[in-house]
């Protein structure tokens, strides 16, 4: 007969004595499992004493996490962590030295529990710990074991970031130049800057002050790849919080210290692999300096605005500077002003008396107008090619310049996601615009050539105008998935995404997904989509039993942090638990410490429903982390939060957990999927294979042939 599920077999320890086997009852009080123990080794004083894991953790047990404790854990009798605290207090403040050293290293280790950091922060040690910073006497290993401290008790979110002073902001910024050489200071100094800046307001001003970027470029000069990681985060933090109207001034500064050339040549080509850390913090400083095209983005053209007028000017003084000007004879201005009409309808504008009025539409706003002229301007030869070529054509074919690059314009802003927040998820930066001082332009000028060519190859007319930028964002995004290297490398890769190569990957991928709408097809379609429907559902049941690991974020993303959840092979519980890394495979279920039942689970809700998008966040509310968050809830008040890897996951787990609760499964996954299966089932269906004997056994593979002499070598 199995045991109570209430009851749990464990072993525990007490140095000095021999470990103690004992059934645990968690229906009882922790305080009387405690004194039980206690009373056992004629030990006084039980509330004095707290049960802990015995592995690297060494976690307090609590009446919140007594759950955790498995069968065959082993546990170890312990001061209980109001004692432990007063004692590394009392510690840390020796005057030997080595006992300081080893009390600083028991603390940053301790520090990682949040049973042990709230009763040492109730001490004031946060104080004590930016005193002993502020006082500048240790070095070394004490103070990295100081500093590791500091940022594992801050990591709890128990206290605020507010209440640090400008001399300790100071002296962990001095470290940043002093320390260059021990990693372990560095590192976190770093750590400690940036969440300074991303948690306050207050502090991003002080930090601003005392830290340049001119003292962080050298460390992404180095070899060791978590110091550049850091680096760029404290880089990514001051540019995201800095106000609108210093965010530019800073993007100069680091134009000027060469920070895209020198992460180019230090991180994107360095011969190392690009973990997920620094591929995020890449992401994010490409999403911030697109983002600085926001506000001419958002800028309609004044009419009026003489100097902007100019630029329209210089458009067409470029194109048509070999045609002669008019005489000053009476009438003159008349011929001027024709001409202009003339020539602003060869540039492809919409309105040709007055191209200004173009320029009115938010987005693109005044950012086309500034492409048209970069292209102008540095491209000249393929600027002027165009405009003549399609003023030379017969007026139905002529790919209008100016409202294509318009609305190419637009289109570059949203596949760059131009003035959305960055994703605390997203890995995806692309090197090539690493390559260049000014990427969006030259991408522009990339894009409009290869319009150009599109619509060529198109025979397009200007009926035909949408249907041009619908294939033209087509081979750019399917471009761009390659992640090319350089802008030389993607517009190579756009040469083989001719038109015609666009029709047959649409002909194929048709094919593919040819449906069939005859009544009888539709019959059939209805009457197998249920099995279809079963099948899906137990393919993501499946994948629950397999489990996925899902990353903690915290406002220091850096220290990352795993946990993972899985269904039980009956279907009837969900295990989940912290994990030290990302595991390699599947995670037994014995190694999750927290279990939920299916049955105490009342609602899946998703986006911003959940609980921990209310939440207020430096990078809470942007558009893809609500896209891929999702909170179970149970009994009165329980939550467990979600914040899948990818799209495929949040499918994947939406879809399950509402098969458990016996609903619809609605992902788009789901829908694809069916349409897929569905497919396949009717054409399997439909084959004629009447008299054909179908065996159940798969054929044998034939033998290896004598010789291979009927190979031919096509070299």
Same mark, same amino acid.
């Given at each position: 007969?199995p ?7 464990v072993?525990i ?7 103690k086997l ?5 229906k009882?009080?922790l305080?009387?499992?405690i ?7 004629s030990?006084?004083?039980h ?12 976690f ?10 498995k069968?065959?854990?082993i ?19 020796s005057?030997?030295?080595d ?8 603390l ?10 709230q009763?040492f922060?109730?001490?004031?040690g946060?104080s ?22 500091f940022?594992?008790l ?19 910024a001095?470290y940043?130049?002093?320390f260059?050489?021990?990693i372990?200071i560095l ?5 400690i800057l940036?969440?300074?800046v ?16 001119g003292?962080?470029?050298p ?15 404290? &880089?990514?933090?001051?540019?995201l919080? =800095? ?5 530019? *001034? !800073? #993007?100069?500064? $680091?134009?000027?210290? +060469?920070?895209r050339?020198? &992460? ?5 080509? =360095? ?5 997920? *850390? !620094? #591929?995020?913090? $890449?992401?994010?400083? +490409? ?6 095209l ?10 009026q605005?003489? #100097? ?5 000017f210089?458009?067409?003084?470029i194109?048509?500077?070999a ?13 001027r002003?024709?001409m202009?009409?003339r020539?602003?309808k060869k ?11 173009d ?6 706003g005044?950012?086309?107008?500034d492409?048209?002229l970069?292209?102008?301007k540095?491209?000249?030869?393929a600027?002027?090619?165009i ?10 074919h002529e790919?209008p ?6 609305e ?18 997203c890995?995806?930066f ?21 319009l ?5 190859e198109?025979?397009?007319?200007s009926?035909d ?7 033209v ?26 038109y015609?190569?666009?029709?047959k ?15 009888p ?45 899985r ?19 599947e ?8 279990k939920l ?6 609602a899946?809700v998703?986006?911003?429903?959940c ?13 893809e982390?609500?896209e ?20 495929h996951?949040y ?8 098969a ?7 992902s788009?996954?789901t ?26 056994a798969?054929p ?6 004598s010789?291979?002499?009927?190979v031919?070598d096509?070299?």
């Open positions: 007969m045991p109570p599920a209430d009851i749990v077999k072993a320890e007490w140095p000095g004595a021999f470990p004992m059934e645990i009852d968690q009882k009080p305080s009387s499992i004194k039980e123990v206690c009373d056992g080794w030990l006084a004083n509330d004095q004493f707290a049960l802990q894991h015995a592995d690297s953790s060494n307090y047990i609590t009446e919140k996490n007594r759950n955790e404790i069968n065959g854990a546990l170890r009798l312990t001061t209980s962590p109001a004692q432990n605290a007063q004692q590394l207090h009392e510690r840390i403040q005057s030997s030295m006992a300081k050293l080893e009390a600083l290293k028991d940053a280790n301790y520090s990682r529990d949040v049973t042990f950091a009763e922060i109730n001490l004031d946060i004590l710990l930016t005193q002993m910073v502020e006082s500048g006497t240790d070095f070394g290993d004490m103070l990295s074991f100081t500093l590791t401290a940022v594992e801050m990591d709890h979110g128990i206290v605020s970031w507010d209440t640090f002073s400008v001399a300790f902001i100071k002296k962990i001095s940043v130049n002093k260059a050489s021990d372990s590192q976190r100094s770093l750590a940036e969440s300074m991303l948690n306050s307001h207050d502090l991003y001003q002080k930090v601003a002050q005392e830290i340049t970027i003292q962080l470029i460390h992404l000069q180095g070899t060791d790849q978590e110091i550049q990681t850091y680096t760029i985060a404290v &880089i990514n933090a001051l540019f919080k =800095a106000p609108d109207d210093k965010r530019q *001034e !800073m #993007a100069n500064i $680091l134009a000027q210290k +060469q920070l050339s020198i &992460i180019l040549t230090h991180v994107i080509r =360095a011969q190392r692999a690009i973990n997920n *850390e !620094m #591929a995020h913090q $890449l992401y994010v400083l +490409q999403v911030l300096t697109f983002n600085l926001e506000d001419r983005m958002m800028t309609k053209m004044d009419p605005d003489q #100097a902007q007028r100019d630029i329209i210089e458009l067409r003084r194109a048509f500077d045609e002669s000007e008019p005489n000053n004879s009476s009438g003159s201005m008349e011929k002003k024709s202009y009409t020539d602003y540039l492809g504008f919409i309105n040709h008396v007055n191209p200004a009025m320029f009115t539409q938010t987005p693109p005044m950012l086309a107008l492409n048209m970069y292209f102008a540095h491209h000249q030869d600027y002027i090619r405009v003549l070529e399609n003023s030379s054509r017969e007026d139905k790919c310049f100016g409202r294509s690059s318009i190419l314009t637009k289109m570059l802003c949203e596949i760059l996601k131009v003035g959305e927040l960055p994703s605390e998820t890995n995806d692309h090197p090539m615009f690493f390559t260049h001082d000014r990427s969006f332009e030259e991408f522009f000028c990339i894009c409009i050539q290869l150009n060519k599109t619509w060529k198109m025979r397009a007319t009926e105008f949408n249907k041009v930028m619908q294939v964002k087509e081979q750019i995004m399917r471009a761009l998935t390659t992640k090319p290297s350089s802008l030389d490398q993607f517009k190579s890769k756009l040469q083989n995404l001719s015609t190569e666009i029709l990957i649409r002909q194929s991928e048709r094919m593919n997904q040819e449906d069939f709408q005859s009544r097809i539709l019959e059939l379609k209805e009457k197998i989509q249920p099995e279809i429907l079963e099948l899906i559902k137990q393919q993501r049941l499946n994948r629950l039993v397999e489990g996925t690991c899902f990353r903690k974020l915290n406002s220091r993303r850096r220290q990352d942090k795993f946990w993972y959840c269904l039980s092979p009956n279907h009837k519980v969900l295990h989940y638990g912290d994990l030290e890394e990302s595991p390699q495979g995670v037994p279920h014995d190694s999750l410490q927290d039942p299916v049955a105490d689970i009342k899946v998703t986006g911003k429903d609980p921990h998008m209310k939440e207020k966040g430096a990078l809470k509310q942007n558009k982390v609500l891929l968050a999702f909170s179970i809830l149970y009994d009165s008040s329980g939550q467990l939060n979600f914040i899948a890897p990818d799209k996951e499918c994947v787990w939406t879809d399950g957990l509402n458990l609760l016996g609903k619809d499964m609605l788009d996954l829908r694809n999927d069916l349409d897929t299966l569905l497919s396949m089932e009717i054409k399997l269906r439909l084959l004629d294979l009447e008299n054909i004997q179908i065996p159940d798969p044998p593979i034939p033998k290896e042939p010789n291979y002499d009927f031919y096509c070299n």
